[in-house]
């Protein structure tokens, strides 16, 4: 049983009022990791109870919040939390983040250090799925909120948080709604801020240097569906061209066929940011990107994690097929994910697959992903207040704009806001963004203590 629970428990039964004395910040991530608010593909896996269980540990662990601002329940499992400001004239500021966790892939999980879901703080570090992507995002600023609450803050303007419980899977049951009941309300936000950016340790551009990434745009979301059909029947008497030979031949060339590299509007501003600060030649390389861009494409695409900024991707993520081991499939189905660079869209990827897959016997479908985000200015009031966050708790770390290469519930809130931000403060190191979505997803307890901390600073600073 988790230990707060057993302290509520404990308070129940013997009628006292509950008090959190001791309970440390990374004790309660650790208690937010063991509640599986996990979001499958397929949705009549999601055990919706989690997510009430975790509501209740919310209302436990964070009293003066539940207690003191606004809170209302979006379709049953996600929040919406008002703090009222001072002065009504101002506009509000939005802080996002999402509950929900992707699942652990079936037969991975002796490969975690420790069992993913026991949320196990050893080494100085807060081990589970979500301890990265995102129980730390909405832990963080719940933190930060009720720490400010027990020293009396009031911000001169409101400060909304949303909370969404479907993110991994579109957030259209959670974000959206919850966007949905702030128009109702006649909410407009001068900027909002919500996961992606974070502070890097060891950035391969500036090694020497802590280097926090502000997100001012992000890229589009595409899954295509591709469908071999053909003959089936014994295996014994196979097709010449069975559905899995044909599809697996059309994978092949989509995946040695990447899209071409170019340099976006926001990684370039990013490059542009960083060159005063490298030494030569790299300084001169990139402060004069209109004659090197091809030399800093081609660079940037051989590192995996750059190449995301450069290209949209191409990810083979699913393939079904098959009964039973004799008999041969009448039909292949496998899944392409893309994440597509600003001024990249579903019809210019679906021609281009089209093309390298020049088969009229695959079928190409796929659900349009509506909305994706513009570019915010990185040299707006919101931009300042979160820079000015990170400069007051990481005075050295050089701070840039650029693109987040995944997506987000941003989407569903573009329309109500001015600008929209990417950044949760945690600080880590570039081999450990491979454990998001993947396996030994884990925080430092100093990056995420710190990253309440900048969160605090955000609400301090942007309310006024």
Do not use: C
Not at 405 to 420: G, I, P, S, V
């Amino acid at each position: 049983m988790p230990r707060l629970f057993v302290v509520i428990l404990a308070g129940l039964l013997l009628g006292t009022s509950m008090t959190y004395a001791g309970v440390t910040p990374a004790e309660r991530l650790s208690e937010s990791i063991q509640f599986r608010t996990v979001s499958y593909q397929d949705r009549s896996h999601i055990d919706l109870n989690e997510f009430e269980r975790f509501h209740t540990f919310l209302r436990a662990a964070y009293p003066k919040v539940f207690a003191q601002l606004e809170v209302e329940v979006i379709n049953n499992y996600s929040l919406l939390i008002r703090w009222p400001g001072k002065d009504g004239e101002l506009a509000p500021i939005l802080f996002t983040a999402h509950m929900d966790v992707v699942p652990i892939e079936s037969g991975t999980e002796g490969d975690w250090e420790f069992p993913p879901f026991d949320g196990v703080v050893a080494n100085g570090r807060i081990y589970g799925r979500g301890s990265l992507d995102n129980k730390q995002g909405v832990l963080s600023l719940l933190e930060a909120a009720e720490s400010l609450l027990a020293e009396d803050f009031s911000p001169s303007r409101q400060l909304v948080f949303a909370f969404g419980h479907d993110e991994e899977i579109s957030g259209k049951q959670g974000a959206r709604k919850i966007a949905d009941r702030m128009r109702e309300q006649g909410l407009h936000f001068a900027w909002m801020v919500d996961e992606g950016g974070m502070l890097v340790s060891d950035n391969p551009m500036v090694p020497d240097q802590q280097l926090a990434i502000i997100n001012v745009a992000e890229k589009g979301y595409l899954t295509l569906t591709l469908v071999a059909t053909g003959e089936g029947g014994h295996s014994s008497m196979p097709p010449r061209v069975s559905t899995i030979g044909r599809l697996s031949a059309a994978l092949e060339r989509i995946e040695n066929n990447p899209f071409p590299t170019r340099l976006v509007v926001p990684v370039k501003v990013m490059l542009e940011s960083m060159a005063p600060h490298l030494e030569q030649p790299e300084r001169l390389i990139l402060g004069n990107l209109w004659l090197t861009e091809r030399l800093v494409t081609n660079r940037l695409s051989q590192d995996p994690l750059m190449n995301s900024f450069v290209r949209t991707t191409t990810a083979l993520t699913m393939f079904n097929a098959g009964l039973k081991e004799n008999v041969v499939p009448q039909r292949a189905e496998a899944k392409v994910n893309f994440r597509l660079l600003p001024g990249d869209t579903p019809e210019m990827v679906v021609n281009y697959i089209s093309d390298v897959v020049n088969d009229p016997e695959i079928e190409i479908s796929y659900d349009e992903w509506d909305y994706v985000p513009g570019l915010s200015d990185h040299e707006g009031t919101g931009y300042a207040v979160i820079a000015g966050a990170v400069s007051a708790v990481y005075p050295e770390a050089l701070v840039v704009p650029s693109l987040m290469f995944a997506t987000t519930d941003t989407r569903h809130y573009m329309e109500l806001t001015d600008n929209q931000y990417r950044f949760q403060g945690m600080i880590i190191e570039t081999s450990q963004a491979k454990s998001i979505h993947g396996t030994n997803e884990y925080i430092g307890v100093k990056s995420y203590e710190d990253s309440i901390e900048i969160a605090r600073q955000m609400m301090k600073l942007g309310s006024r």
